[in-house]
T-cell receptor, first 113, second 112 residues
Framework: AQSVTQLGSHVSVSEGALVLLRCNYSSSVPPYLFWYVQYPNQGLQLLLKYTTGATLVKGINGFEAEFKKSETSFHLTKPSAHMSDAAEYFCAVSDTNAGKSTFGDGTTLTVKP | GAGVSQSPSNKVTEKGKDVELRCDPISGHTALYWYRQSLGQGLEFLIYFQGNSAPDKSGLPSDRFSAERTGGSVSTLTIQRTQQEDSAVYLC??????????FGPGTRLTVT
């Protein structure tokens, strides 16, 4: 069984400030972890993923995330927020045996000018 | 290359009618997922197809919902006797063995 918890359904930051979106997971097998972004009225697109190897992964638009096994976390960060980052962000974990993914409830990021 | 496509993009139907939503996955992707996203909500898993295995239907909310995948490619999600609470965006995604999912643009269903 696997699950994902995203802490904070809404996060608001000022333009230029650090973005931190939190994700904790549980998985009975080594997980594959993902962050997806959904802009208004669009489908989801992949931001970044962790499968194996380097625990700090970089994605599109300056985002990165670090896999911390001891903390069962995969938090998403960006050093400096841009207005165009306003969107909903979803963390997901894949069961590498069954292939099925479980998504968190999502975090809406608002960027204030 | 072509991504995941869904049709129709919008569907308005009367309560009690049946609807069919279509998903064309990326060619060669063995896994296909259906999700439901209600206004302001997260993703609700509905059903998962993987190759020739029996689908995981554990997320279907009632027996009014069904889905099939023909020839390991195109999938159709059918909702019978639609209710107002079925109004939502229905998202389809496909995946290869890398597990990352590629999403279609969704079908917005409105039941009046």
């Amino acid at each position: 069984a696997q699950s994902v918890t995203q802490l904070g359904s809404h996060v608001s930051v000022s333009e230029g400030a650090l973005v931190l979106l939190r994700c904790n997971y549980s998985s009975s097998v080594p997980p594959y972890l993902f962050w997806y972004v959904q802009y208004p009225n669009q489908g989801l697109q992949l931001l970044l993923k962790y499968t194996t190897g380097a625990t700090l992964v970089k994605g599109i638009n300056g985002f990165e995330a670090e896999f911390k096994k001891s903390e069962t976390s995969f938090h998403l960060t960006k050093p400096s927020a841009h207005m165009s980052d306003a969107a909903e962000y979803f963390c997901a974990v894949s069961d590498t045996n069954a292939g099925k993914s479980t998504f968190g409830d999502g975090t809406t990021l608002t960027v204030k000018p | 290359g072509a991504g995941v496509s869904q049709s129709p993009s919008n569907k308005v139907t009367e309560k009690g009618k049946d609807v069919e939503l279509r998903c064309d996955p990326i060619s060669g992707h063995t896994a296909l997922y259906w999700y439901r996203q209600s206004l302001g909500q997260g993703l609700e898993f509905l059903i998962y197809f993987q190759g020739n295995s029996a689908p995981d239907k554990s997320g279907l909310p009632s027996d009014r919902f069904s889905a099939e995948r023909t020839g390991g490619s195109v999938s159709t999600l059918t909702i019978q006797r639609t209710q107002q609470e079925d109004s939502a965006v229905y998202l389809c995604a496909s995946s290869s063995n890398s597990y990352e999912q590629y999403f279609g643009p969704g079908t917005r269903l409105t039941v009046t």
